[in-house]
T-cell receptor
Framework: ETGVTQSPTHLIKTRGQQVTLRCSSQSGHNTVSWYQQALGQGPQFIFQYYREEENGRGNFPPRFSGLQFPNYSSELNVNALELDDSALYLCASSLQGTGNTIYFGEGSWLTVV | AQRVTQPEKLLSVFKGAPVELKCNYS??????LFWYVQYSRQRLQLLLR??SRESIKGFTADLNKGETSFHLKKPFAQEEDSAMYYC?????????????FGKGTKLSVIP
């Protein structure tokens, strides 16, 4: 059991709305990252947080934002939802540094209608 | 920029047959390569990584820097190997912790 938990597991939103997804990192992990996995695609890196600051970002617009809290839990916020935002959103945690394994949660399925 | 290519969307093999899932990558530096697996209704989990050079569940993968490949192999497929397999790359160096994934290959082992 990896210990990365995400909520909610499924949700449906309307285009233009805002959504917040939550993640609890595996105990002891100080780095959290978020990925978007569209149907039939591999996960795509959105951003990463370390010590409550964003320290890496993929090719996603600013309406995708995040937070990391002192207890290393995290949120992904998406504003002005678009139909193409429909996807599985994966949270992953690890210790900072190369060579450390990244562990994934089960994901949150977002459907935008 | 880095890129990972998995040329096969679906691979079907008979139980007991050898399996090879292909992965090619594009990266100018020296990357870390991984294989992740996702069984039905389960989370994405690490199968193996090139730096550990270990065999997990009978699978092995060798990094070929000349061909920029990291193919996943197993000599005898089992039904429980049926799953989605993703090859992933992570750059080495400070601040480079993001994984770049391929689109995945669905392995179906026929009884």
């Amino acid at each position: 059991e990896t210990g990365v938990t995400q909520s909610p597991t499924h949700l449906i939103k309307t285009r233009g709305q805002q959504v917040t997804l939550r993640c609890s990192s595996q105990s002891g992990h100080n780095t959290v990252s978020w990925y978007q996995q569209a149907l039939g695609q591999g996960p795509q890196f959105i951003f990463q947080y370390y010590r409550e600051e964003e320290n890496g970002r993929g090719n996603f617009p600013p309406r995708f934002s995040g937070l990391q809290f002192p207890n290393y839990s995290s949120e992904l916020n998406v504003n002005a939802l678009e139909l193409d935002d429909s996807a599985l959103y994966l949270c992953a945690s690890s210790l900072q540094g190369t060579g450390n394994t990244i562990y994934f949660g089960e994901g949150s399925w977002l459907t935008v209608v | 920029a880095q890129r990972v290519t998995q040329p096969e969307k679906l691979l079907s093999v008979f139980k007991g047959a050898p399996v090879e899932l292909k992965c090619n990558y594009s990266y100018s530096g020296s990357p870390e390569l991984f294989w992740y697996v996702q069984y039905s209704r389960q989370r994405l989990q690490l199968l193996l990584r090139h730096i550990s050079r270990e065999s997990i569940k009978g699978f092995t993968a060798d990094l070929n820097k000349g061909e920029t490949s990291f193919h996943l192999k197993k000599p005898f497929a089992q039904e429980e190997d049926s799953a989605m397999y993703y090859c992933a790359l992570r750059p080495t160096g400070a601040g480079s912790y993001q994984l770049t994934f391929g689109k995945g290959t669905k392995l179906s082992v026929i009884p």
